[in-house]
């Protein structure tokens, strides 16, 4: 009864915020998703959703997988079947699951069996005593609330029979460390399919010498879920001072976010447009000329983030500028594929190099287009020793 009411809170929210046509193909989704074919493999991920975290963290590392030989499958944890998929997978992988009894029956089948168990971990939800720095949960109804009252998925990171992890970024590999687990380090990483459509939309693009003619230049923040509203907020002073000074600069914004009432002065000169599919969630990004990736400097929430908003702009050689917080730095060369700011006198002098000049716009997108291809797209991952560990796995 409590996992039905919390769904049913889910999908009220889904409903208030994306409205009835969009909520409501979202929220059949997930229901449909419970009644998914799982086929017999390797390793077998099991989420807790069916939204853009799943998809990172199972859909695409999946496919990074099968390119490297392996067999996967995914299901969701309201899957009616999933005690009886311990018989057919040597690797369970769950990510962000809540520990239903059906949950729990499946980890007590794979223990008999004496197979492997990894917590999948891409945000730092797991330990609830972080959840004040999470701005997102004070926006959350009650019954919304319950998914994290012990920390998302926190029963089986604690359990001592799983000895292994899996996360996007090194800050939350230190912190899963904390528990005395070992580590790997698996980046977000663009599909497949993410990559086609990036090249089919580039394919449409202006010449980089017709930049020269463009007089309007947009800016773009793309925040996906309403806990980015404080993000924002971050730069809303710097983007104060850069509308006030550039007539010619346009604000994109993209998802749930609150327009700061400081910003309603230039309102004529902001889009904002909703959730949208993730075609044209791409094709959004491709219509602004710089994207924006603010994050709360001190916040240890924010610090756990991924560098997905710099790689998602990238492979569409758009130039990004980000706040300096480890992941971006670490994923971003300042000056040469993107820009990494502390405060806003930085954000103010680095969007500003970026406004002023359209030929450093084309030089850093394209710097940023090679790396995302390079380094953050399922067909060129490399993560040997991730990969040596399953199949270690899979022989035992």
């Not at 949950?103 to 609830?128: G, H, M, T, Y």
């Not at 996360?167 to 990559?195: G, H, I, R, W």
């Not at 309007?216 to 002073?237: E, M």
Request: some cysteine.
């Amino acid at each position: 009864m409590k996992l039905i009411l919390i769904k049913i809170g889910k999908a009220i929210k889904t409903l208030q915020r994306d409205g009835f046509w969009r909520g409501g193909k979202r929220v059949a989704g997930a229901f449909l998703a419970m009644f998914g074919r799982v086929k017999p493999g390797d390793i077998l991920f099991i989420t807790g959703g069916v939204g853009d975290s799943a998809r990172y963290r199972t859909d695409n590392v999946a496919e990074e997988l099968e390119i490297q030989g392996f067999k996967c499958s995914i299901t969701v944890q309201d899957n009616p079947f999933l005690p009886t998929y311990a018989d057919k997978f040597k690797i369970f992988i769950f990510h962000r699951v809540l520990y239903t009894p059906s949950v729990e029956k499946l980890i007590e089948e794979i223990k008999k069996q004496n197979k492997e168990i990894i917590f999948e971990a891409d945000d730092l939800v797991f330990d609830p005593k972080y959840l004040e720095f999470m701005d997102g949960f004070k926006q959350m109804n009650s019954l919304e609330k319950k998914l994290y009252e012990k920390g998302l998925g926190g029963e089986i990171l604690q359990d001592p029979y799983v000895k292994v992890c899996t996360t996007t970024t090194t800050f939350l590999a230190e912190k899963l460390k904390e528990y005395n687990k070992k580590v790997f380090l698996v980046p977000n990483k663009l599909s497949q399919s993410d990559v086609e459509i990036a090249e089919k939309i580039l394919e449409k693009k202006l010449p980089t010498t017709d930049y020269q003619l463009q007089t309007t230049v947009r800016l773009g923040y793309f925040s996906g879920t309403i806990s980015h509203n404080k993000d924002f907020a971050v730069i809303t002073d710097a983007l104060l001072q850069i509308m006030e000074k550039y007539p010619q600069v346009e604000l994109f914004l993209v998802g749930p976010l609150d327009i700061e009432n400081k910003l309603n002065k230039f309102k004529e000169r902001i889009n904002q447009l909703p959730y949208v599919s993730r075609e044209k969630h791409f094709a959004n990004i491709s219509k602004v000329d710089i994207n924006l990736a603010p994050l709360e400097m001190e916040n240890p929430f924010c610090q756990s983030k991924s560098e997905l908003k710099f790689f998602e702009a990238g492979i569409l050689e758009i130039p990004t500028v980000a706040s300096a917080t480890g992941t971006f730095q670490e994923a971003i060369s300042d000056g040469l594929d993107g820009l990494v700011a502390s405060n806003t006198q930085e954000w103010v002098n680095k969007l500003e190099s970026l406004i002023l000049s359209p030929e450093m716009r084309s030089r850093m997108g394209l710097e940023a287009h090679k790396k995302a291809l390079a380094q953050y797209s399922t067909q060129n991952a490399k993560n040997e020793e991730y990969y040596g560990y399953l199949k270690i796995k899979i022989v035992v």
